[in-house]
């Protein structure tokens, strides 16, 4: 559910006891098990690609999600992916002052990206910079010159923190967008 943008799972169910049937597709992951509910993908948790014969649609998982959505409260320095064309791709918004506002591009480069999709949740950046989205140009521009040195830094509010007022030195033609490797962090 976190994956998707809620807050949580209300319950779970198999394919042979939920209302919503058997797809007749073939099963890609097994044995998922995730440690943390905080997690944000199902990357972060352990699973098994290798797909045993006796797995069949009856085993299929259902999930019913809460209707909020993890935006609706979020903490200062909380980092999303919005507008894009997947939920692994998008305009970097940032949460300061009680407001979600974009990124600069200045200064902004592939570790930057990799410490953005990998507090997502993803194992790398594919992409950065690259995506014809910008920002609302209501919206402020809370990060500028935004560097990481490390790409094992954890969190980019690490190498960048919250102004008290947004920078007007860059315009939403700058703003960074970016597109992350979908590719597992553990299997």
Request: aromatic share 14%; glycine share 10%; charged share 15%.
């Given at each position: 559910c976190?994956?998707?943008?809620?807050?949580?799972?209300?319950?779970?169910?198999?394919?042979?006891?939920?209302?919503?049937?058997?797809?007749?597709?073939?099963?890609?992951?097994?044995?998922?098990?995730?440690?943390?509910?905080?997690?944000?993908?199902?990357f972060q948790c352990s699973y098994s690609t290798s797909i045993s014969s006796s797995c069949t649609s009856?085993?299929?998982?259902?999930?019913?999600?809460?209707?909020?959505?993890?935006?609706?409260?979020?903490?200062?320095?909380?980092?999303?992916?919005?507008?894009?064309?997947?939920?692994?791709q998008g305009?970097?918004?940032?949460?300061?002052?009680?407001?979600?506002?974009?990124?600069?591009?200045?200064?902004?480069?592939?570790?930057?990206?990799?410490v953005v999709c990998r507090q997502l949740g993803y194992s790398s950046s594919y992409d950065y910079d690259h995506l014809s989205i910008t920002g609302n140009y209501s919206q402020p521009i809370w990060l500028d010159n935004v560097q990481c040195f490390s790409s094992s830094t954890s969190c980019l509010a690490d190498c960048e923190t919250c102004p008290s007022s947004e920078y007007a030195n860059c315009g939403h033609y700058e703003d960074i967008t970016i597109e992350c490797s979908i590719n597992t962090l553990s299997s």
């Open positions: 976190h994956q998707l943008g809620w807050s949580g799972s209300s319950s779970y169910s198999t394919g042979q006891y939920d209302s919503y049937g058997n797809d007749g597709l073939p099963a890609v992951i097994d044995e998922l098990s995730c440690f943390y509910s905080t997690y944000l993908t199902i009856d085993n299929d998982v259902s999930v019913s999600c809460y209707t909020t959505r993890i935006w609706n409260n979020p903490y200062v320095g909380q980092i999303r992916l919005a507008r894009g064309m997947y939920s692994n305009l970097l918004e940032v949460y300061c002052n009680d407001q979600w506002g974009t990124v600069c591009d200045d200064t902004f480069g592939s570790n930057d990206a990799i």
